[in-house]
């Protein structure tokens, strides 16, 4: 193991992180809530740190391999977060414990958006954009911003790439990584100008429209008021938010293909598109319908408008709340919460399993009950036209089957940390699925669990956002042989 490369890199992000921790400054300047100072701390003891780092190893011209690909894509997550707990613990305004802090800046870097704070409508301006904007950086992956950035500072980033990126297929859609990467940046930062000019049109605030399209282009979550989107009660903003929610749930490559070749149709050719279009059509048709069969809502317009609004926040993995859903009929908060584990498309802002796997293993399924009727038959699996190799379908089992022992054990891990079988079994699908809002306990905020909980969920948080093998890779010992 290289660790010079790998303190050199670490030290390097943060510096470039410790950069983030200044907009906040502006917010604070502008409203005049007295935040100034403790951002201002923020940033340097964030800049100093990374800087001693850095300084030992300046020298080092290494190149990665995948293992110090995977260790600094993993400890830097965490020191990240770590780092991302300044503000938090220093401000004045709020009485965090570390536990809380350390939470806090894990749900927003990772885009869970599950919250320990509440009376968010009275927090200072400062306070409020610096939790949206952990969660616009972390939509992308803040390594995958580094990765356009690192090469001009020396270091190559092939393997944090590769350590980073989600979903099946690891194509760089330029012929550079650094190309790769600022396209990438690109269509996300024109998702979120484009977001924010809907909100505010549709008649939010210049602060509140620039936070939430933060949140919603990132799948985060996060919002500026305690009662999430619910707080405008309007039916605009909310269909901007549906937009946007779902165009944040597509594969970012797809995106940049139909925008490279000008032809929107490139999205129907795309069988995992048309697979999550599927989705969150039955989806919101369900909810929608069982709201007003039930009686719950008497229109068959209110249905609609929350029971499609809330079946693409939560089967995205956002976890904006235009109401309590969690007061609805126990059937549908259950089945949309199940509904988080397909989550977006790969590639995506999104968590959970991913829709491209959820379709292969739909297909291997209707493969093996073609092939017990006509077992001399030889039936292949498809993707876009294309016959997938086994080693994916292996991969994908593989994947799938480490997601169910890891949502097990953080299940059962909850129990004894003294949550309910409901509020565990939500927690940990909301975590894991980097989702948000739970049920029971965890309907609200996270505040009232136990600090010991809280890790838990901070560790699956960070399981579901690198997407279960990077993590465990690391824990395995083969990894460490040298």
């Known amino acids: 193991m290289q660790f010079s490369i790998v303190f050199k890199t670490i030290g390097l992000l943060l510096m470039v992180f410790s950069l983030t921790q200044l907009p906040p400054l502006v917010v604070d300047f502008l409203y005049g809530q007295g935040q100034m100072l403790d951002f201002a701390m923020s940033f340097a003891l964030t800049l100093l740190a990374g800087f001693v780092l ?121 012929p550079k990584l650094a190309q790769t990467a600022k396209a990438l940046w690109k269509i996300y930062i024109g998702f979120t100008i484009a977001c924010a000019l809907g909100y505010y049109l549709a008649g939010m605030d210049l602060f509140d429209a620039i936070g939430h399209s933060y949140s919603t282009v990132a799948i985060g979550g996060f919002s ?56 969150l059509f039955a989806a919101a048709i369900t909810v929608s319908a069982y709201l007003f069969d039930s009686g719950y809502y008497s229109q068959i317009g209110e249905s609609l408008r929350h029971g499609v609004f809330q079946a693409v926040s939560i089967a995205t993995t956002t976890g904006f709340a235009s109401t309590n859903y969690s007061h609805w009929p126990l059937m549908l908060p259950v089945l949309l919460i199940l509904v988080s584990f397909v989550g977006a498309c790969a590639g995506s802002t999104g968590g959970g399993i991913k829709v491209v796997r959820i379709l292969l293993m739909f297909k291997l399924a209707m493969k093996e009950i073609r092939q017990f009727i006509h077992p001399n038959a030889y039936v292949s699996i498809k993707l876009n036209q294309k016959s997938v190799p086994e080693s994916i379908l292996v991969s994908v089992w593989g994947f799938f089957s480490l997601y169910v022992m890891a949502f097990v054990m953080i299940f059962i891990a909850l129990m004894f940390a003294g949550l309910d079988q409901i509020s565990a079994f939500s927690a940990t699908a909301a975590s894991i699925n980097n989702l948000g809002p739970g049920l029971g306990e965890v309907a609200a905020n996270y505040t009232s669990i136990s600090d010991s909980a809280k890790w838990i969920l901070s560790f699956a948080m960070l399981l579901g956002r690198l997407e279960i093998l990077t993590l465990i890779a690391l824990l395995h010992k083969a990894f460490w042989r040298f």
Do not use: C
Request: proline share 3%; no cysteine; net charge negative.
């Open 54 to 174: 850095w300084l030992p190893f300046r020298n080092t011209q290494r190149d990665f391999r995948l293992r110090e690909g995977v260790v600094v894509v993993v400890s830097f997550w965490f020191v990240l977060s770590l780092f991302a707990t300044l503000p938090f613990l220093l401000s004045s305004a709020l009485d965090m414990s570390f536990s809380d802090a350390f939470f806090e800046s894990m749900s927003g870097l990772t885009t869970t958006g599950a919250t320990v704070l509440y009376g968010l409508d009275e927090l200072p301006k400062a306070i409020l954009y610096y939790r949206q904007q952990l969660q616009w950086l972390g939509g992308m992956g803040i390594i995958v911003l580094a990765v356009a950035i690192l090469p001009m500072l020396g270091v190559g980033g092939m393997q944090l790439y590769h350590a980073e990126s989600s979903g099946i297929s690891k194509e760089r859609l330029t």
């Open 224 to 279: 500026t008021h305690d009662a999430s989107i619910g707080f405008f009660d309007s039916a605009v903003i909310e269909a901007v938010a549906v937009i946007f929610m779902l165009l944040a749930g597509v594969n970012f490559s797809l995106h940049f293909f139909v925008w490279q070749k000008k032809n929107p149709l490139i999205y129907i050719q795309d069988s995992e598109f048309k697979t999550y279009l599927v989705i």
